[in-house]
């Protein structure tokens, strides 16, 4: 095949990291030329706002989109933890990479470990979902909002703005700064993000010839996985505005999925989980959405979307 492709990919770092290896991955495979096209997104250019207050429908993704719609790129490459679970009809999440570590990580001045910060540390973080289940376990912790890309945030930590932060596993080790990682924090301690860890590949669904080498890349354990936790959060309505964690695993055929919502101030979690075929993965989520919404969740979204209206 002699056409060259066009990745669309935020600037920062880590979107680069993650573009040059989807391209570097279809030009061993098939030979293809590519290049990369940097798009700024709305969440790349509003740094000084946390993202729950400026809305969350494709902050990261949708100048992507467009890109991919008026035909400027042939493939957008995401974290999929940033992917509304409603795309523009002509796209699609075509391809999802084999999945990183899906924690969060804690970096502290101290090396300290979450249970062993002092009282009232300040711990950086925007993440609603992340301060919520944080507050479960240490309510005393004063919590900083820190926008920025991963090295922006890490040097706000060092001009000590606050004493600790909390970051994803899988761009820490992707971006090679794993060795600043106090701890990896258990799912029991912080449940990770819809999709988080995960590189997803968005293609034109009618453009056959990307698509057929986009979706040999995909690596199914781990599409089937994020469906199940996408179902959930399509479920529930939610996105960075509300705290919902999920986190989906395949042992064989059966696919475990696990999956909160918790309040903004962390006094209130409702958590379960769901097990089942992993043919019916999608499902699953819903189901699962379904038992939190029938235990009580539904009266957090409710809360959380009419302090959001107000």
């Not at 060795?179 to 968005?202: D, F, H, K, W």
Request: proline letters at 2%.
């Amino acid at each position: 095949m002699t056409r060259k492709l066009t990745i669309g990919t935020r600037g920062s770092k880590l979107a680069l990291w993650q573009s040059n290896h989807v391209a570097s991955l279809l030009t061993e495979r098939f030979g293809v030329e590519v290049e990369l096209l940097h798009i700024k997104t709305l969440g790349d250019k509003i740094l000084d706002v946390p993202l729950a207050k400026i809305g969350d429908k494709g902050l990261f993704v949708k100048e992507l989109e467009v890109a991919l719609l008026e035909g400027k790129v042939d493939l957008a490459v995401h974290s999929m933890k940033d992917v509304p679970t409603e795309l523009p009809g002509a796209l699609g999440i075509t391809a999802i990479l084999e999945r990183a570590d899906a924690r969060d990580s804690l970096i502290s001045k101290d090396n300290k470990r979450l249970a062993d910060l002092p009282l009232g540390t300040r711990v950086g973080t925007s993440s609603l979902r992340r301060k919520a289940q944080l507050l479960v376990h240490r309510p005393d912790l004063e919590l900083v909002d820190v926008r920025g890309n991963l090295e922006t945030r890490l040097r706000k930590m060092e001009e000590g703005q606050f004493e600790a932060i909390i970051l994803a596993s899988a761009g820490l080790d992707r971006m090679g700064y794993d060795n600043l990682i106090t701890e990896r924090l258990s799912s029991e301690i912080s449940l990770s993000a819809v999709g988080q860890g995960a590189i997803g590949i968005e293609t034109r669904l009618d453009d056959d010839t990307v698509n057929a080498m986009v979706t040999a890349l995909s690596h199914q354990p781990t599409y089937t996985a994020v469906l199940a936790e996408r179902g959930l959060l399509r479920r529930l309505e939610g996105g960075c505005q509300i705290p919902i964690g999920a986190f989906a695993q395949l042992s064989g055929s059966r696919l475990s999925l696990d999956g909160l919502v918790a309040a903004l101030d962390g006094k209130r979690l409702f958590r379960d989980s769901i097990e089942g075929d992993a043919a019916d993965a999608e499902e699953l989520g819903v189901r699962l959405a379904e038992k939190l919404i029938a235990a009580g969740a539904d009266k957090i979204l409710a809360e959380i979307r009419a302090e959001n209206d107000s």
